[in-house]
């Protein structure tokens, strides 16, 4: 759009709904994180037996919450910084594939005897888990080699206007 042309919606307005949106998404991310732990901590009182049903579920719903509060500070950068962080995204992911893997690994281990073809096929959900986990981790590396290198060509830039 050129600068002759008008937008429908002031900028000012819509920069505005834009906040109160996030401001909202925020209190209902945390709204549901917080219902979410009364539930995990109610469910982890009545889960019978307790060990190892409970415990796992318990394990299970707090790696959930986590995602929910990553999630919800990924929002709040967005709202304070205006840019989304991939970072967040990528330790996001990271609990949601180690959380699948102890969902597997556990299910593997409690289970009752499983044919053939199921423990196969778990084997390979974590060997793929696994070489999710791997990935967002080298990807998390490279963003931060990144932004080292960024920052670092920033400094070098400003010495050398400096010296002009």
Known sequence: M?????????????EGMEDIFHVV?????????????????????????????????????????III??????VIARYTDGVFQLQNFLIIGIIAAVRHILTVGASMTLGAEKPRE???RAVIELGISSAIVVALVFAIFLSKTADAEIKKSARISRGASKKT
């Open 2 to 14: 050129t600068r002759s042309q008008k937008s429908i919606i002031p900028s000012k307005w819509a």
């Open 25 to 65: 998404l925020g209190l209902f991310l945390f709204g549901i994180a917080l219902a979410a732990l009364v539930f995990s901590v109610i469910r982890v009182f009545t889960t019978s037996p307790f060990f190892p049903d409970g415990m796992i579920q318990a394990i299970n719903d707090i790696l959930f919450i």
């Open 69 to 74: 509060l990553e999630i919800l500070r990924t």
């Open 118 to 120: 199921a423990f196969d």
